[in-house]
């Protein structure tokens, strides 16, 4: 891909909003899919499932699109690479603020999960790890983000059926991720001890 486009890039913004920021940042030269489908991760797919070019970047609806970030990425990595904002710690991969991604490997790895709205972009990361793909965690300062980046925008139960559902999906992977994040809730109490 040439350094000095993204004419190769479909760029999905699912949202549920009335207002957006991101689609008015992204280059023109890039293919932009506002998706408004019912489910994050339903939008995810299908923005992916209906992009003409194989490049695929998911971004939030509240971002500044990073151009020079994309480019890098495009650069570096291949068609096994996922890169992405690097998620809150203790989890070790990438949040869906902003994804980027071929489609093989999207394919190779079967899409999101249409099932969950929290969790997908983790579930998707594991997948393409336990595929042979390579997750890239990008500095989250790097994009501009127009809502508050807590990392705590779930309510307790949400965090708790999120944590259960990768636990359940990947237990070798999330579990030791999961005990550390339920030893940080309960305030350092480690259970069965």
């Known amino acids: 891909?040439?350094?000095?486009?993204?004419?190769?890039?479909?760029?999905?913004?699912?949202?549920?909003?009335?207002?957006?920021?991101?689609?008015?940042?992204?280059?023109?030269?890039?293919?932009?899919?506002?998706?408004?489908?019912?489910?994050?991760?339903?939008?995810?797919?299908?923005?992916?499932?209906?992009?003409?070019n194989d490049w695929i970047v998911i971004a939030d609806d509240d971002i500044e699109f990073p151009t020079e970030t994309v480019r890098r990425v495009l650069r570096e990595g291949d068609r096994t690479t996922l890169a992405g904002l690097a998620d809150f710690p203790p989890a070790r991969w990438v949040i869906g603020r902003l994804m980027i991604f071929h489609r093989s490997l999207w394919e190779r790895v079967g899409g999101f999960d249409e099932r969950r709205h929290h969790g997908g972009d983790t579930d998707f990361a594991i997948r393409v790890?336990?595929?042979?793909?390579?997750?890239?965690?990008?500095?989250?300062?790097?994009?501009?983000?127009?809502?508050?980046?807590?990392?705590?925008?779930?309510?307790?139960?949400e965090h708790l059926e999120w944590t259960w559902y990768l636990t359940r999906r990947h237990p070798v992977q999330f579990g030791p991720v999961a005990v550390r994040l339920l030893t940080r809730k309960l305030g350092g109490v480690v259970p069965g001890r």
Request: proline share 5%; charged share 30%.
């Open 129 to 157: 790890e336990r595929a042979g793909g390579t997750v890239w965690r990008l500095d989250r300062d790097t994009v501009p983000h127009y809502d508050e980046d807590t990392g705590e925008g779930m309510t307790t139960t």
């Open 1 to 52: 891909m040439s350094d000095n486009t993204l004419e190769d890039v479909s760029v999905v913004v699912p949202t549920a909003r009335s207002e957006l920021t991101t689609p008015e940042t992204v280059p023109e030269e890039a293919e932009l899919l506002v998706r408004r489908d019912d489910g994050l991760n339903v939008a995810r797919n299908a923005g992916v499932e209906h992009a003409t």
